[in-house]
């Protein structure tokens, strides 16, 4: 099995895992843990692709690399925002609960 055969997979199962997460809990927190694990894994890719492929000297897979951390990094901060926000209103982190968002 090839280095690159081997990253792929090891990605498309952390993609896995945090999709099923995503989409099978019921806490704020944990779905966004879940979204935090596809980005991991989409960012895998792009190292995996940049490392194995014609031309590692371009960086560009560090780039894109970089440009999604920062990206993570701001979805976190929002999203961490409107979880703290509807806890204080509604009282509860848990997804099924929340029936509206108006203020």
């Known amino acids: 099995m090839t280095p690159l055969t081997s990253c792929l ?6 993609f896995t895992i945090g ?6 809990r019921r806490n704020a927190i944990l779905v966004l843990i879940g979204i935090e694990l596809m980005l991991n894994a989409a960012n895998l890719n792009f190292i995996a692709f940049w490392r194995y492929g014609p031309n590692p000297e371009a960086l560009t897979g560090m ?7 920062g990206v993570a990094a701001a979805e976190a901060a929002v999203g961490l925002a ?14 099924d609960e929340v029936n509206s968002m108006r203020g």
């Open 63 to 69: 780039m894109f690399v970089i440009f999604s951390i």
């Open 9 to 14: 997979l090891l990605s498309a199962l952390l």
């Open 19 to 24: 999709l099923a997460g995503a989409l099978m």
């Open 82 to 95: 409107l979880i703290i926000s509807l806890y204080r209103h509604i009282k509860t982190a848990n997804i």
